[in-house]
């Protein structure tokens, strides 16, 4: 009976080491942020395989329903260092040399300046001068917070 009972205690506990080793399914933690694994969008996907920090082995995971994305997004700009014609905009060619040639745009200029108001005539001395008043002379070698 013991060893029944050991048996059942050590397969109860072990199965939780079993665990884990069927599917997942994928699902973000924002809407509209793609969870890329392996260069596959795998939201609301179904990824199978024993991968992540918690295990020791590094295995490829199987991810069904997953997207493709391209490595290298068409996202409208031309960079001329990657050899491709842009897929947009003006399609330059180069006119022969013996072409006729438009007629020559009439001339055009236009200009445009800005100056302060003159001055009005200043007087040296004014007619009226404001009257002087003194400051009052204190003994500086007394402090000014004791009294006389």
Do not use: C
């Amino acid at each position: 009976m013991r060893i029944g009972v050991t048996l059942a205690f050590f397969i109860a506990t072990n199965s939780a080491a079993f665990a884990g080793g069927g599917f997942d399914i994928v699902i973000p933690g924002r809407p509209g942020v793609p969870i890329i694994i392996n260069g596959v969008d795998a939201s609301y996907a179904v990824v199978e395989g024993d991968w992540g920090l918690g295990k020791g082995t590094q295995v490829e995971p199987t991810i069904y329903g997953g997207r493709y994305i391209d490595p290298v997004p068409n996202v409208g700009r031309y960079y001329p260092s990657a050899g491709r014609m842009p897929g947009y905009g003006r399609l330059e060619i180069e006119p022969p040399a013996n072409r006729r040639l438009p007629q020559p745009a009439e001339s055009y200029h236009q200009s445009w300046s800005a100056q302060s108001a003159p001055l009005p005539a200043q007087s040296n001395v004014p007619v009226d001068p404001p009257e002087i008043i003194y400051a009052p002379d204190y003994d500086r070698r007394r402090p000014r917070h004791l009294p006389r």
